[in-house]
């Protein structure tokens, strides 16, 4: 994703959606991690953020486990709130 900024802001609208549909807290949080990441790269890949060679990013050694784990809190977190919204309530 770090040539295609564009897909991060992809994977942050569809956490936006997941939250719009499930209206988890997780995907929320999921979503504005994602948003803020895909502005950070495209600002990298402008060379706004990195002036000479950003060839070695040791940022996304800290970026890439705090989305995953976002990622899979928010899509665990939507499927939990779709089953307590499922069951009954006796």
């Known amino acids: 994703m770090v040539a ?3 897909i991060a802001f ?6 936006a ?3 719009t549909w499930r ?5 929320a949080i999921a979503a504005a ?3 803020a990441y895909a502005l950070y790269e495209a600002l990298v890949l402008m060379r706004v ?3 000479g060679d950003c060839n070695i990013r040791v940022d996304l050694v800290l970026f890439t486990p705090i989305l995953l784990v976002a990622s899979r809190i928010a ?3 939507s499927w939990r709130h779709a089953r307590t919204e499922a069951s009954p309530d006796a």
Do not use: D, N, T
């Not at 209206?23 to 995907?27: D, Y």
């Open 23 to 27: 209206r988890a807290r997780s995907a």
């Open 33 to 35: 991690l994602w948003l």
């Open 10 to 15: 992809a994977v942050a609208g569809a956490f």
């Open 4 to 6: 295609y900024p564009w």
């Open 17 to 19: 959606a997941l939250w």
């Open 49 to 51: 953020l990195c002036s």
């Open 75 to 77: 899509l665990w977190g």
